[in-house]
């Protein structure tokens, strides 16, 4: 994985020294001084501050220079004008890695802190020194009992090292309301990082050092800055290969990559809606709060992973039994009935019962029998249309939440716990003993219902892994279309020309010099007018419809070419363009925008009032295979359009799907090069009929 | 409040009796009467067991016909068979309240059991007795200390009431994740009741007693079975008349209502879509899950009520601010500027800030003052554009802790504290120990912006209570329409004269009986064949539209005639509507069906493939306000489209709004002899120019 440093002894140094120790408590490095010989630090310690001679019993050092021998690992807590100083000195005892928790650099927007903060990446890169901040409030290493912070979240005994893995920008969030959180409900944590700034290492270089780690399961992170999109797509890439999912907290939603996309449908490629697709399309989860970062990491730890969107649930309380049903149909988990060899097999437990139902009530059957629940979990474990299991408990007697975990230990099937109430008989087999022992465990249908939601999206996402990767259809020019591509805003006729390349089917059409031109055009035409001067035809009034006959062509001609005068005097006209008029079926909008982290990013939607009105678009970073394009029409909430709602005719998919794919590669080969590309509207016929490309706009870069 | 029995000595008898009594801890009864003496009851305890003279110390009767005074209320644990006749043994001895825990009634679905419950209903109807249940959990009064129920939540010391009740079906759910939890986490209970298959006593009454009771601040309610329509309107009106609100969790989608409407807008009006849009217009909370009930009632027991959407967070930790912000944000919850004279008195706390920004971050300023934290809260709750306050804690020192709980209590808005760590420097003091005082105490983001989120919907609730009732509008002729109204389907042309004597603008028409009729009609028409046999023109191709001039007309009227006569030979035709074409616009549906619970129910939505794909509709019990009729426009998704998307004229939005409250009033007028209305389209003109019925559809009960 050599797109990312190897953090190897920046997260377990064997020596580490700290400038700006002391030993009162008071201060910043006072605790972390504190924390960092409390939390067992097995390695060797050297405090640094010019004023004292010991601290904490521990010799003290007035300045790196001085150190007897070269720390792997600096922690920095001085006043902001001290720290380049201070790097300097890392450089020149050779140290490798530096944690700079100092505030008053780049987050405080103004010039003085924003120059000190490129100073001190310049002084790093130039002498081969990596550092983690500033303004960060440092890491903890779980698994080999080094910790470099000041979080009151790890006082007192030090917790088992665990398998997750938690990143963040913010101290708080990610220590407390994450780190701290996940282990009052019983998880364990490798690793934590608070990385602040991000100067010089970044998000994705810890996330990856996670990922790579055999000591790490489940890497979860909770930023407001997005990794740079080839990191990040280096990092979904190699935690697909090791298959260790990413959970991520949606924070800030930035508006700067809705600014730049100034496309007509600007409005509509929001940033924030742009990476939740491409998050998605990388496998990495997202979700809405802290709490469901490691309640999601509870259920995928145990690496199995759901066959099917389905599930199902029992216990001897109905009433719960109808909340996760209910909480399940809206996050597309389905409840299906059970395979004929499971109702057989469930006959021994349910005995009065006809056939048994998906969620499964248990009252009667349970009652006064500890071991029915457990017996039933194993059976409908075995079911092979079951993709995760939900076993229910409110208050219950130990022996039968021990039924219970034992059947989910057992299963091969992933088991999401709901244990609303106690252990009436035990009081210290609680909800995070279980969890402790790695079961899923959830207090509240919600959370646990989103985690099986948030595992199927992951299974879901490892199938779409294994699907062949997306192939180059035939019947692509790329160099021709490489020499059309031109610098700026291209004509509707040099836009389609360059489309026409890709093998998108575009409207037959000339761009007419003269009236006699034009009118010799035969069958039912358009007319628009040709100018790079007058991109918005519609508001120039420069344009006919549904014009046939040499008299009526020949007539538009001269109207479209007057109007355009009209609207801009100084235009220059190449001339109208007179194009085939395309009827029936549905207009679709398909564009490439350019995202700022991941470049080209491909949007596809019904057009009119669907994209303007309700947002309903698609999107995929480039290249897609035909499955996933025709995933792309599939997830559009107007997909029954396509599918013919109300006894329209269903149009027709699959050529729509080709255009997305080929669309996909002119992106992939030409992206770079494309501010803006818009087929607005390309019409798509009803099946079997295909798809024209109606109306076209390249810009190029 | 006469349509609610009085209970109070069902909650609170003097004296009680169980039949079924045992001291077999293993069975119901059992668990049941050592919960009745270990829970404090300071009443006469009267165990009616036929083979035992004593239990539990206390003397035991064979019949309830030998106990020496009549008891207020008689617990029933028998099998389901021997209960009728104990019902029959209460009103021989003049008992007023009985709770039939037994199960095998009603719920099993089977014949017998429907019959054993139709059989305990008649007996205690004919001797004047109540009785809760069969298949209940029964009840739990914090009150008085009378609990008469086998849960195993109140094992051990009696928790002090509180100001919350709860009502449930199932036992399970309402008494584990919700009592239970909600006393876990700080909360004091009222009342709580499991309420099983309300033979007789329903949910509404138990709810009831709790909205009168002075000791019940926030009614919590989770069931599958909705109460009555006109029990749950008295319900909701007079807790709004006490200002107690209600919330109430979604379960169990009944589908039964969707068949029942058989409109052609069926598959839209689905029975949970009504009760949603139901209980928001009664004020009553909807939430998702068990939780979020306590949670919601958490913010809402205060009694303050925010004047806004709005709201201020402040914190150390910037994270968590940021999703403060996104969730809230994603709720309807703004976070304005603060007002200038915040910002003078926010000076003296934050020197370093040019000006606070909302949500305000206190890192710099508050570090090593645990005062600046609540001083701060204090001036932005007297910023008048601020809402509610959310003051974040990650873990903090008590000093801090105790700053923003004395800042919550003193300021007169709602405050939702985001709590996600814990105290530093004291254990004990934890976020349950500052709901137990009264505060609302959140641990995530999420349940914390849900809950200011619900505060927002019954602050806005209230506000709707304070506009002048709805009032009838000018120009309706009740008694023309109700002679006109048809116990059947009725033709287009009846049905538009029915809504015209509303007051509703039909279009232009007459039913043409001949050709030359038909051909004297002036301007463009549409044609359309009015005949009772074919209520779907369009299938029989028995319409033309835009026709001009006597020939184009006449013929449509022979094309008309024949198409319907190939469509169904046997048709009486009445003959053809020539009917005034109106163009321009957009078409609405509007419409009335009728719900199992609610009565007639108002429908409008903009036609076509927004109601068809998008489901998008907007519902009310009639009548409704011009300013509500607005509101359900204004809630729409396809909303901006009536306000001018896009470039499209605005829309007669006044005319439409007019015309959903005449139609409210009919339903109101007539609704209870309509099984179905539907308006579709109706077309809404641009501003100015009013909106025209185009085609309706009447079918009488």
Redesign the interface.
Known sequence: MSSFPDLGSFFAPKRVAFVGATEDL?KFGGRCMRLLIDFGYRGVIYPVNPKRSELFGLKCYPSLDELPEVPDHVGIVLPSAGVPATLEACVRRGVPFATVFS?GFGETGAEEGRLLQQCAVAIARAGGLRFMGPNCNGMINFVDAFALTST??I?GERRSAGDIGVV??????????VM??AQQAGLGISYQVSCGNDADLGLADYMAFMVESERTKVVLA?A?RMPPGDKLRALAQRAAELEKPIVR?????TEAGSRAAASHTGSVTGADEVSEAALRQLGIIRV?????LYETAMLLRGGRRPKARTAAAL??????L??VA??GA?RGVEFPAYAEATQEKLKAYLPGFVGASNPTDL??AAI?RTDTFGAVARILGEDPGVGTLVPVL??AVAAEIRSIAQAAAETDKPVAILF???C?DDPGLTPEMLVAEGHAVY????PCMDAVAAANRYGEFRARLARPAPQRPAGMDVAAASKLLQPRTMTEAASKALLACYGLPVTKEFVARSRAEAAAAGGTVALKISSLDIPHKTEAKAIRLGLSGAEAIGRGYDEVIAAAKAYNPDARIEGVLVQQMVAGGEEVLLGVSQDPAFGPVLTAGLGG?FV???KDVSRRLPPVSHQEAQDMIREL??A??FAG??GRAPLDVDALADCIVRLSWLAVDLGGRISELDINPLRVLPAGQGVRVVDALVVGA
Do not use: H, Y
């Open positions: 008071s505030a009151s979240a006082k963040s920008q913010s101290g708080g969030a990610g220590q407390i309301n701290w959180r909770i407001e907290v949606k924070v800030g939603r809405e709060d802290c709490s469901e216990s001897v309380s109905g009433g719960n109808v909340m209910d909480l809206a009252t009667s006064g409110t208050s609303t109430g106690r009436i207090r509240d249908a919600r009032i303007e009105v309700f909430r107007s029954p359009i709602a109300r």
